[in-house]
Nanobody, 124 residues
């Protein structure tokens, strides 16, 4: 079955960096669009960055210029490099796979498979 396992979360100070990884298994990795989402306490889950099957990348406005999504198809692994972290980036970060419609790449409902999440905490 499809399995997505995130790692790399942790606690950092404002301005710091973290690199999240998502190891995928149980399916042909390149057959799905992949994305990173996050959910803070009391807030809805939101899209952070996605890579479509055709390679198109989308970022939420709040992370543009600070976060970089990438993937290694040979390793079936998705990454999220997060730089210049801010306290408002604090959330549980989730990896997801799905067949997102091209005009809704950052919408969580477009993704079918989800990992368990990894916590990112940024202190001021």
């Amino acid at each position: 079955q499809v399995q997505l396992v995130e790692s790399g979360g942790g606690s950092v100070q404002s301005g710091g960096s973290l690199r999240l990884s998502c190891a995928a298994s149980g399916y042909t990795y390149s057959s799905y669009s992949m994305g990173w989402f996050r959910q803070a306490p009391g807030k809805e889950r939101e899209g952070v960055a996605t890579i479509a099957i055709d390679g198109n990348i989308r970022y939420a406005d709040s992370v543009k210029g600070r976060f970089t999504i990438s993937q290694d198809n040979a390793k079936n692994t998705l990454y999220l490099q997060m730089n210049s972290l801010k306290p408002e980036d604090t959330a549980m970060y989730y990896c997801a796979a799905g067949l997102a419609r091209w005009w809704l790449p950052l919408h969580p409902n477009e993704y079918k498979y989800w990992g368990q999440g990894t916590q990112v905490t940024v202190s001021s």
